[in-house]
DNA sequence: CTGAAAGCGCTTACAG
DNA sequence: CTGAAAGCGCTTACAG
């Protein structure tokens, strides 16, 4: 059986109610006792129970992570920056995954809010068009931070990486290098960080006069299989881009691998740029310039404003919203 | 204020007993009020509260998951393969990062313990070479699984991969070649598997009368700069080996690019063999040969058997402990 | 089939 | 500085 503030107590003839003071730096306890409880609390092995702590509290001591997928690079290195912040907290984390998959999200969120977590910190999956089961969440009071991908309509503090301006570098870094004809590979519809690289495309064509075909472009869907689409787009010599600036590394790696099979020379034929700047970058080769995107950076920030959400401290309306600007990262795939 | 099982009962002015039965299925319910019942925590958007309930019946419906790092392919699609398993229980997980590193490993069990998770899934730290946090694990009558990274002299259930075998293929695929010098990069050298995949190595060369260079052998730290170990190891072109085999597919990425810097061609001047079968095999140029290693399924096993050991099912010995076997995917680089 | 009561392990306002 | 008491939200043995 686990020892308990009882079996403490009983061993010392005192109060649990001093054990417990003793074990929490309450103030008024006196040094003795609490070295000795301390000690004796040790000597038997005790295990604090958060679980009976939190309901007593109300605080459960938790915060809940729900991305779309941990097996992404760039998700799973967020999770590795939130749960520094979160450990220092003393907090521990519940990490769920919707799998891009809007009744996922539903039923995970849900699956939170039982677990009486503190805080989420949330990226909407790819899927998601309906944000009541957001609603539900502030219906609890349960505070959340968006991190990455964003719902519109609500007025929780959110991290993301200024897509627009990434993307826009991209393209003008690609135009600089002196390519005529630019493609965009997009990434799924419906997520609001697809269309802000998509609109930083097409900005960056019309600042520099391009000619926007929208046959150059093609969104993607993350359970597509995306190799007749890259083929579909460079098959004819005449029409197809000598650029292709991609959503994400992933596929900028597809269409490195695919653009090779066709015969064609990456960058001489066609320049690859992606968005990222992940592992994959130096081993695919050429290596891939790709715009950059910091995962841990932005989960350490994220959790750090949930936590003042949590704490109730004054969050200035400029840090409610914090955009990390991207650079180029040039590499041989547009060299 | 979150709704509870009270309020539910004012509402319906029946007892806080009637609304927990009807609310957990219990066998004595009359149909007419369990239907009410459910009907009207929906309307009162009742979320169940799980710490609570863990307190009142000492099962919280959690797990814990220990691995090295979350940013790690494979460790990160282990948690994929073990959380389709413990939702389909019910449960949820708390997912804890050593880093490689045994203080954080001591911390992150104790905190655990304090979350009163009812079972562990663990895969050891690099670093980690002593005990005693295991044992304080089974004193508090926390089952755990070792997966992948196993401790020795724990009578608890194993799921993790015939590393031995899986290497001795590898190398024999390379002899079968005509590779006539086979070095070996390994990996850190507390842990179980590299030793198994070193034997394997070495057990192979054996078997086909190959001559033992110690070498072609180093043993790789998780910190460590591979850059030099690599280039030192090729850089004789007189004793250099015609090809290598390595721990990791990532040691394996790492040497093939400062190979191909070195100006030896892959796999004309060095064949390589990788260990994981990841997603880096296609995307590095030349792609990677590697050792299958299922992290998914052996996720799923892993949580299978935790939860049979939660359950106190009886486990045939023989599902104790399960080995997956391996085998080679044969890809350019040893071609 | 339903209710009153006890209790899981803790914390904390209140009293001394 | 310490203790007795109440209570967090639930479940369940007991009684009817």
Redesign the pocket.
């Known amino acids: ?2 020892v ?3 079996d403490i107590a009983n061993e010392l003839s ?5 054990v ?2 003793a ?2 730096d309450h ?7 609490k070295t000795l409880v301390v000690k004796t609390a040790k000597d038997m092995k ?1 295990q ?2 958060f679980i ?2 939190g ?4 605080r459960s001591n938790s915060i809940g992570i729900l991305v779309p997928q941990i097996t992404s690079n760039f998700f799973a290195s967020a999770i590795d920056g939130i749960q520094q912040i979160v450990s220092d907290h003393g907090y521990f984390t519940i990490i769920c995954q919707s799998n891009e998959n809007y009744h996922d999200e539903v039923d995970q969120i849900k699956s939170l809010l039982s677990c009486k977590v503190e805080g989420v910190i949330l990226s909407i999956s790819s899927d998601t068009k309906n944000y009541e089961h957001l609603e539900t969440l502030q219906a609890y009071d349960t505070p959340f931070v968006f991190f990455d991908r964003i719902a519109p309509g609500f007025e929780t503090p959110t991290v993301e990486a200024n897509d627009f301006k990434g993307a826009f570098q991209a393209v003008e870094h690609l135009i600089k290098r002196g390519r005529k004809k630019i493609g965009h590979l997009g990434g799924p519809g419906l997520l609001g960080i697809s269309k802000s690289r998509y609109e930083g495309y097409l900005e960056a064509l019309k600042t520099y006069d391009y000619e926007i075909n929208e046959n150059s472009v093609v969104f993607t869907k993350s359970e597509d299989d995306h190799g007749p689409i890259i083929e579909k787009m460079f098959e004819n010599p005449k029409t197809r881009p000598d650029a292709l600036f991609t959503f994400s590394d992933e596929l900028a790696v597809e269409a490195i691998l695919k653009i090779k099979k066709l015969g064609l020379n990456v960058p001489r034929d066609v320049s690859v740029v992606g968005f990222g700047n992940s592992n994959l970058c130096e081993i695919v080769e050429p290596s891939l310039t790709s715009v950059t995107h910091e995962p841990i950076e932005m989960g350490v920030a994220a959790a750090e404003l949930l936590f003042k959400v949590i704490e109730k401290k004054h969050i200035p309306p400029h840090q409610m919203h914090i955009k990390y600007d991207s650079k180029v990262i040039i590499r041989d795939s547009s060299r």
């Open positions: 059986m686990a308990t503030i009882k005192i109060s649990p109610s001093t417990s003071r074990l929490n103030p008024n306890i006196s040094k003795d006792t005790y604090a129970n009976a702590a309901l007593r509290t109300k």
